[in-house]
């Protein structure tokens, strides 16, 4: 069986990668890349592949039996190129579609649902049994940010009191590795969050733990938020985009206590304590 994984050298994919690799034979598994070079250290077959250029997608996804969709990273432009993949995919004979989408995207109020949840249409209406996995926050979000935050002094977000179910992108990425590399998954829809809800106060008192320093949660208007993203250096469309994210954490939209995805990956996810004391190292 071979296994196809898109965008496999970014963050997620070069992960799930590694985790199929502990599943299935390396020569199984095809890595759909923009940059074969950059590939080279996955020890994997590796693909020209790009979600606009259509002429090469076809050919490049023949004899893929599970091909793992790892959603694009240009926000507005996402569903147009998922389309692409989608169609190529089935004029290719691809057997199986697994997408990453985003946590309860029928409903949620984050600006990425729009596109996620049309993707999924898009693979229902293709024919092709799949499985979607709706992937919650990664914890790396908050966690990539400590080390300014702990010199700073203070957190600052928009949260408010909003629970966020976080995992980290190894969680998700051995979820997508177990459902690539075994069956009984086609057509599920699988909701997949962090074991461990905490909120931006809960964050900042872990922080605080750790760093042996007092760093207190400084909850701000939404407005006062992008300003102060713009003015450490963010430009202003993403500024307001990360600000609208903390309003939907407001909103409960990153909070999940369904435990899907420790059942899946048979083990606890990730928690913050770990996950902060590895980003402070």
């Given at each position: 069986m071979k296994i196809g994984v898109t965008g496999a050298t970014g963050q997620l994919g070069q992960i799930v990668v590694e985790k199929l690799k502990e599943k299935v034979p390396a020569e199984?598994?095809?890595?759909?890349?923009?940059?074969?070079?950059?590939?080279?250290?996955?020890?994997?077959?590796?693909?020209?592949?790009?979600?606009?250029?259509?002429?090469?997608?076809?050919?490049?996804?023949?004899?893929?039996?599970?091909?793992?969709?790892?959603s694009g990273n240009e926000i507005g432009k996402r569903l147009e190129q998922h389309e692409n993949v989608i169609n190529s995919a089935k004029i290719a004979g691809v057997k199986e579609i697994v997408y990453t989408s985003l946590l309860r995207a029928d409903t949620s109020t984050l600006a990425l649902a729009g596109e996620h949840i049309g993707t999924e249409k898009l693979?229902?209406?293709?024919?092709?049994?799949?499985?979607?996995?709706?992937?919650?926050?990664?914890?790396?979000?908050?966690?990539?940010?400590?080390?300014?935050?702990?010199?700073q002094g203070t957190l600052v977000g928009s949260s408010g009191e909003g629970k966020i179910s976080s995992a980290t992108r190894e969680d998700f990425a051995e979820a997508a590795a177990v459902v690539l590399s075994s069956n009984g998954h086609a057509g599920k829809t699988y909701e997949l969050a962090g074991d461990e809800s905490f909120t931006m106060s809960d964050f900042a008192a872990e922080l605080s733990k750790q760093a042996e320093k007092?760093?207190?949660?400084?909850?701000?208007?939404?407005?006062?938020?992008?300003?102060?993203?713009?003015?450490?250096?963010?430009?202003?469309?993403?500024?307001?985009?990360?600000?609208?994210?903390?309003?939907?954490?407001?909103?409960?939209d990153l909070y999940d206590d369904s435990h899907e995805l420790s059942k899946l990956i048979g083990r606890p996810t990730t928690s913050l304590s770990k996950a902060i004391a590895d980003a402070l190292k």
């Open positions: 199984n598994i095809v890595a759909f890349v923009r940059s074969v070079e950059k590939a080279a250290s996955l020890g994997v077959e590796a693909k020209a592949f790009d979600y606009m250029e259509t002429t090469n997608q076809v050919d490049a996804l023949k004899g893929i039996d599970k091909l793992l969709l790892i693979i229902k209406d293709s024919g092709i049994p799949y499985t979607i996995l709706r992937n919650g926050w990664y914890t790396e979000n908050y966690t990539m940010t400590v080390s300014d935050v702990v010199t007092t760093i207190p949660y400084s909850n701000v208007a939404v407005e006062e938020y992008a300003k102060i993203l713009e003015g450490a250096g963010m430009p202003e469309g993403m500024a307001q985009f990360f600000a609208g994210t903390h309003v939907s954490t407001e909103k409960g």
